[in-house]
């Protein structure tokens, strides 16, 4: 694997996973992907300090950088690119606006937060010049911002990586003690109890409840939303996604699962 720290030196038409690191097996499965599509696979890892809506969430993003070099190695990384803060954003840089999208949900609960998204995303594009560019479902209002400003690139959805009590798997993880992860799983247990759930109002009302249970965790929003523009969803939405956010221990946690298509 060769380590890259120089967009120059960057192997274009590859296939590309942009990382803020902190790397753990779901990143793994991207890599995997990636590497399916090209035997060029490129993951860059950048903290972007545009996404963050304060300086202490920036702060306390867990940074792993020797284990995140071994992972990418291990999953058949070819290119590891750590880029300087002045290669991606050069003096004059122009931030870009997410658009209406971009204020709903984790817009809303963070302002600025998908600016920073779709203009660091716009910038990695410029320099990489990818033909492939893999991205998880779990953060899925990110992915269809990402769609849209993607027009060069193929988009590739990679579905979420869970543990075996259904949490999915993210960085901020890493933040949390032994009883706070465990009490996280309340928020997969609410997503199973929407798709088990009759209908969309069903779900609703089913989410909201399991979250009940758990005090501790405070919610922001749990909702099922159409997958194309993230309104609410109706019983003719053919494809329909619940999803929900909140905060434990002062951490942010989000996920998402997909509803049953209509008509099955």
Known sequence: MKIVTSASDLPHGCAFVPTMGALHSGHQSLFSLAAEKSQKVLVSIFVNPLQFENYDDLAKYPR??????????????????????????PKGFAKLSAGP???????????GHFDGVVTVVS?????????YAIFGEKDFQQ??????????????SAPTIRESDG????SRNARLDSDARARATV????????????????????MREVISTEPS?????SQVIDEENFSDATEVTVNARAIIAGWLNGIRLIDNMAMKPRGQ
């Open 64 to 89: 792993t950088p020797e284990r995140d070099t071994q992972l990418a190695e291990e999953a058949g990384v070819t290119h590891l690119w750590l880029p300087r803060h002045e290669e991606i954003y």
């Open 101 to 111: 999208l971009g204020e709903m949900y984790e817009g809303a609960a963070r302002p």
């Open 123 to 131: 910038r990695l594009f410029d320099l990489v010049r990818p033909r």
């Open 143 to 156: 992915l269809l911002l990402i769609r849209k400003i993607g027009s060069d690139v193929e988009i590739i």
């Open 167 to 170: 949490l999915a798997l993210s």
């Open 187 to 206: 928020i997969a247990r609410a997503l199973y109890a929407a798709v088990a759930a009759p209908d969309h109002g069903s779900a609703r009302s089913a």
């Open 217 to 221: 965790f405070t919610l922001d929003y």
